[in-house]
């Protein structure tokens, strides 16, 4: 399974380009039950049902989703905040 990476103070990116369902969102879910509370997670995907899919696992667990965002054609970035 793909990890959480930490790039920044508390930022962590999980890489799943190339992922399709359901692995995006259990692979979301392992993360945000890993990570520290406070902390940000960004799911790379190219997946689109995942801008749907990942932010509703991502609520279920109580999180808070800041945004998905196109960062290029084709590729998601969903910020969410643990």
């Known amino acids: 399974m793909s990890e959480a990476v930490l790039v ?3 930022v962590y990116v999980l890489d799943l380009k190339g992922r399709v369902c359901p ?3 259990l692979a979301t879910l392992r993360a945000i039950r ?10 790379i995907t190219d997946n689109p049902p995942s801008c749907e899919n990942v932010p509703a696992v991502a609520r279920r667990e109580g999180k808070e989703v800041l945004g ?6 084709g590729v998601w970035k969903i910020v969410i905040r643990l």
């Open 23 to 25: 692995y995006p969102q």
């Open 68 to 73: 998905v965002f196109e960062v290029e054609p």
């Open 8 to 10: 920044g103070d508390n």
């Open 34 to 43: 890993a990570l520290p509370p406070g902390s940000t997670l960004e799911v």
